[in-house]
């Protein structure tokens, strides 16, 4: 059986990373003009990585599915960006921000590697800033702070309400510094399909250009995969419509394992489904929760006249509402972490006190807030966010409360990596959302940012380096190898197969059916029962998808029903795997909630004796079950508690 | 609502297009625009035909990636949105809708009302940075900001790169888009220090490229749906003034 190396190195937990830095290997600068990287998209992970590498000297090709990188999905992150700097003084640090994190992952994340993530926090703010990232600023200069879930200290740096564009346009701009400078060549509206594994190391890809539709090969001595979450396997998300998990799971049916697939986040504050025809779901930032506050009516018959559009939220007295939130947790009030507030809200509607006509919603009120501190100060504060709420709902925040419900937002889950975010096949890397590594089954908010620029700008940039000091002997090479014949030939039969089913129902009729089962069966609650039905509905899903699928127009064109469609043959495959890991993982922890194992209070009750642990699936051919392997969780630094936010 | 709709087609960039007409009924007023094309285009493949062909990707505004003239108006009869985020209350039932690509030299339609907007990546190349490695930046509280500076920076930077305030200018101008990108930097000052080379550069690139120049009409600023400011403008011809003496 093959072990997993987390390969984390010696030495006390703080000096981890600068150890590792003093001891590994380096490529010297004239050797670096000789290797090639491919880097697989274009957010915070990947242009940071490929910006910061081509900077060090590597020639890298940079990869996008969208028509410039600037539009990677990592733009729509709203709230902000965490880091230890504690310029509030409120008693902020570095280990602080491991151990928020590490507990709001709900103890299901390596110690080393969450530890190197609260570390670089601070340098990346540094970073952003000498690019001319404009956070918010206070009136003597310096910058400005906002809290978020999960976290008793302001740490979190922020830009309006778009911090996360900012940010990737920081990034953006120095990876076209180093397109101008030649260090990087760009592909745009190119899609990598397959992974070319030469001699038992990654050595190229094959990629189809969105315009031609033409296959294309490129080669390498290492490739990254930065290519974002899968999200969008519930076909309703807050995902950008592009955004999917096929670059992930080509490799990982290459070999690469993948780990803790059913850890998903789902996100408290979105605006609620509305209808059938409906493509996606809005986020609203959680830096609203700061101000808002989130309540139910107290009364049943209060909720059944606002399911039946009779009252208004603004209609139920004070008395009459229960901020179940500040009820249930005290202490952390409306700022627990995502997963706690997604499920309260849940148990409330589920419970028939939901607040609009599906009775699928919650209020966030900013009521209070807009008295004690003026309109103003709110407009300022979240302007942007209210106008979109506004535009979306046709209803106005300043004057009724907002409507939201949770969402699927973040996969936790992702290609296993090690310490040195290095995949189980050599010179394969992943990193950011694409990885699984630093949140364990639970994300805190404006953390996303933070591991994206953390793994894009310091991390992967060194630690490729320990890997590519061997390759400095392979020249660079021609992409006519038997291997990349073999890969091409791969992709060229799948499409052909795709194209020839001509069946009657369209990609996204097929994809709505997934999103179901999946939100149904592998959502915000799960159970042993659900999920057996979940993996045979989506076995029944496959195969009704092969034989009936309809694409119009040719293969070797610009043909985005085919792009969609072969997106979603590998969402139905991952939905399998998904369902398999959340039936296998018989406790709740985080975002993985299973109805069979909670306290007496509906919280989620963790096993750590058996379950301590990475799972990390291997793929076993299509007609096999994946083998599942266990990386051991070691806590040293941490007591692994309950998670406590009352 | 029941729509008549008027959408341009073209093969490719070399193919002459033409306007299309179809009807779509039953359409929820609470849909958004581009859900309303979802629902032509699973008609047009359930009946074996060509979907129409459209960039579009966060659906929520901050992409850039949508962009389609809407009865003549660059993202439509709302203002300060994008087309994905515009929603199908905004027309009356019976309506009659003319769907068009963005039309500018420097933006070729590659089908149907997707366009090529690489020319935007080309300009910030051109030096729309700070030239800055990574791993060599000061601590962030060693660069103060005036709090008014910043706010006004990030007026600028808000743009999302979609090609509206081309769309909508007589010459097909980019220099709302330039002055957003010479403004956001050089009011901080991190992006003081290149502000000349890269106001002159850009420019440059600007003409080259196929941009038409401006005659302070305004419509971009009337169009853009993050409401970036013609004062960029007047800013960028200051910075290109100050650099060219």
Redesign the interface.
């Given at each position: 059986m093959v072990k997993l190396q987390s390969r984390i190195p010696e030495g006390p937990l703080a000096e981890k990373w600068s150890n590792y830095k003093s001891n590994q290997n380096l490529v010297n600068p004239a050797n670096k003009r000789k290797l090639d990287v491919i880097v697989i998209g274009t957010g915070l992970a990947g242009a940071?990585a490929a910006?910061?590498m081509a900077?060090m000297g590597f020639k890298v090709k940079s990869f996008c599915y969208?028509?410039?990188?600037?539009?990677a999905?990592s733009?729509?992150a709203q709230g902000g960006i965490n880091a230890a700097?504690n310029?509030q003084n409120d008693g902020d640090s570095i280990y602080r921000l491991f151990f928020d994190t590490i507990k709001g992952g709900d103890y299901r994340s390596r110690e080393a590697n969450v530890y190197r993530l609260a570390e670089v926090s601070n340098?990346i703010?540094?970073?952003?800033?000498?690019?001319?990232v404009?956070?918010?600023?206070?009136?003597?200069?310096?910058?400005d702070n906002r809290s978020f879930g999960g976290a008793l200290v302001s740490r979190t740096f922020y830009?309006?309400g778009?911090t996360?564009?900012?940010l990737l346009?920081g990034a953006?701009?120095?990876l076209?510094?180093q397109?101008?400078k030649g260090n990087v060549e760009?592909y745009?509206r190119m899609e990598m399909f397959n992974l070319v594994i030469v001699d038992g190391k990654a050595r190229g890809i094959i990629a189809r250009d969105v315009?031609t539709g033409k296959l294309e090969r490129f080669s390498a001595h290492a490739v990254v995969l930065a290519s974002g979450g899968y999200g969008n396997v519930y076909f309703l998300s807050?995902m950008?419509?592009?955004a999917n998990v096929t670059a992930a799971w080509q490799c990982y049916k290459k070999g690469a394992f993948f780990g803790n697939p059913s850890f998903v986040q789902i996100h408290p504050t979105c605006i609620p489904v509305?209808?059938e025809?409906?493509?996606?779901l809005?986020?609203m930032s959680e830096s609203l929760r700061n101000d808002g506050r989130i309540w139910v009516p107290k009364k049943l018959e209060d909720a059944k006249r606002l399911q039946n559009g009779e009252i208004g939220g603004v209609d139920i007295p004070e008395e009459d509402r229960d901020y179940y939130l500040e009820r249930r947790y005290p202490a952390f009030g409306n700022l627990v972490p995502r997963d706690v507030a997604s499920r309260a809200a849940k148990e409330r509607c589920d419970a028939g006190f939901g607040v609009n006509e599906t009775g699928l919603a919650v209020f966030l009120d900013f009521r209070d807030a807009i008295q004690r501190l003026g309109k103003d100060v709110i407009e300022a504060k979240y302007g942007n966010l209210f106008?979109?709420y506004e535009?979306?709902t046709?209803h106005n925040p300043y004057e009724v409360p907002m409507m939201i419900y949770p969402a699927i937002h973040y996969s936790m889950g992702g290609i296993w990596v090690d310490y040195e975010l290095h995949t189980t096949i050599p010179g394969l890397f992943a990193t950011g959302e694409s990885n699984f590594s630093d949140h364990g089954a639970n994300r805190l908010g404006a953390s996303a940012l933070m591991q994206g620029l953390a793994d894009g700008?310091?991390v992967l940039?060194y630690t490729i380096q320990n890997y590519l000091a061997h390759e400095i002997n392979i020249p660079r090479f021609k992409t006519d190898l038997p291997e990349f014949d073999q890969a091409e030939k791969e992709v060229q039969e799948q499409l052909e197969k795709l194209m020839a089913v001509k069946g009657?129902m369209?990609v996204?009729?097929l994809h709505k059916k997934l999103g179901h089962i999946m939100w149904e069966y592998v959502g915000m609650a799960r159970n042993k029962e659900g999920l057996n039905k979940a993996i045979k509905e989506i076995a029944d899903l496959k195969e009704e998808f092969w034989n009936n699928v309809?694409i119009?127009?040719e293969l070797n064109d610009?043909n985005?029903?085919l792009q969609k469609a072969s997106r979603l043959a590998d969402f139905i495959e991952l939905g399998a795997l998904m369902a398999r890991d959340a039936l296998h993982r018989e406790e709740s922890c985080g975002g993985h909630f299973r109805e069979e194992f909670q306290t007496g209070e509906g919280e989620a009750l963790r096993n750590d004796k058996d379950f301590t642990y990475v799972a990390a699936w291997e793929y076993k051919g299509d007609d096999s079950e994946p083998k599942l392997h266990k990386e051991d969780l070691n806590f040293e630094y941490i007591e692994v508690k309950q998670r406590n936010y009352k | 609502m029941n729509l008549k709709l008027k959408i341009w087609r073209q093969k490719d960039p070399k193919t002459r297009g033409k306007f299309v007409n179809y009807q779509i009924n039953n359409i929820?007023s609470?849909?958004?625009f581009?859900?309303m094309l979802?629902?032509l285009n699973?008609e047009?493949?359930?009946k074996?035909?060509?979907?129409v062909?459209y960039?579009?990707?966060?659906?929520?505004?901050?992409?850039?990636?949508c962009g389609l003239y809407i009865n003549g108006r660059p993202h439509g009869p709302?203002s300060?949105?994008t087309v994905c985020?515009l929603?199908m209350?905004k027309f009356k039932d019976g309506d009659t809708i003319v769907i068009e690509p963005w039309r500018a030299r420097a933006f070729p339609v590659?089908?149907d009302l997707m366009v090529?907007?690489?020319a935007?990546?080309t300009l910030?190349?051109?030096g729309?940075?700070?030239?800055?490695?990574?791993?060599?930046?000061?601590?962030?509280?060693s660069?103060?900001?005036?709090?008014e500076y910043?706010?006004l920076?990030?007026d600028a930077?808000?743009c999302?790169?979609c090609g509206a305030c081309v769309a909508a200018c007589k010459n097909a101008s980019a220099m709302l888009f330039v002055g957003a990108k010479v403004s956001?930097?050089a009011l901080?000052p991190?992006?003081k220090i290149e502000a000349r080379d890269r106001v002159r550069h850009m420019v440059a690139k600007m003409d080259e490229l196929g941009f038409g120049n401006c005659t302070n009409t305004g419509a971009c600023e009337a169009e853009c749906p993050k409401g970036i400011k013609l004062t960029n403008i007047a800013r960028l011809n200051r910075e290109y003034y100050k650099a060219a003496f």
């Open positions: 940071g910006a910061s900077e969208q028509d410039s990188s600037r539009r999905h733009i729509a700097k310029y340098n703010i540094d970073q952003c800033v000498a690019q001319g404009p956070f918010a600023r206070e009136y003597g200069g310096t910058l830009a309006r778009q996360g564009q900012q346009l953006y701009q120095a076209s510094r397109v101008k760009m745009p315009i807050t950008a419509m592009g509305h209808g025809y409906q493509s996606k809005t986020l106008q979109m535009k979306i046709d700008y310091f940039p009657t369209s996204d009729t309809n119009p127009g610009l985005v029903e | 929820s609470d849909s958004s581009l859900e979802d629902v699973e047009l493949i359930s074996g035909e060509e979907p062909i960039d579009h990707d966060c659906r929520e505004g901050i992409c850039g990636a709302d300060l949105i985020q929603h209350r590659i089908r090529d907007r690489g935007f990546d910030i190349q051109e729309g940075y700070v030239s800055v490695n990574t791993g060599s930046a000061p601590d962030a509280n660069i103060p900001v005036k709090k910043a706010d920076s990030m930077a808000a999302i790169g956001h930097l901080l991190q992006g």
